[in-house]
C-alpha cells in the first residue's frame, strides 16, 4: 500500500500527513483522526512521491525514537 504526502486545509489551519493513496484526491474530505475531531479536512495537493507503508511506520519510529521523552511510559509515584 502506498502513502503519499498531502497538504490539508481546514478552515484557517492548514496541515501536511501521508494518507492511504485511495484518499489522496485534490478536492477530496478526510478525517485525519489523529489531530482531532473537528471535522473533515480538505485536501489541497498530493506530493508525486509516495512511500510504501513499511517506509512509513520506519519513518514514524524514527521520529518518535527523537522524542524519547514522549515514548517513555509513566508509572506513578509510591507517595507512602
Known amino acids: 500500500m502506498q502513502f503519499p504526502?498531502?497538504?490539508f486545509r481546514r478552515g484557517s489551519e492548514r496541515t501536511v500527513?501521508?494518507?492511504e493513496a485511495r484518499g489522496a484526491k485534490v478536492g477530496a474530505k478526510v478525517e485525519l483522526t489523529t489531530l482531532d475531531d473537528g471535522g473533515p479536512w480538505l485536501v489541497e495537493a498530493v506530493q508525486s512521491a509516495p512511500l510504501a507503508a513499511e517506509a512509513l511506520k520506519d519513518m514514524q519510529d524514527i521520529n518518535r525514537n527523537a522524542f524519547a521523552s514522549l515514548k517513555r511510559r509513566r508509572t506513578p509515584r509510591n507517595t507512602d
Open 5 to 7: 504526502q498531502c497538504r
Open 17 to 19: 500527513a501521508w494518507i
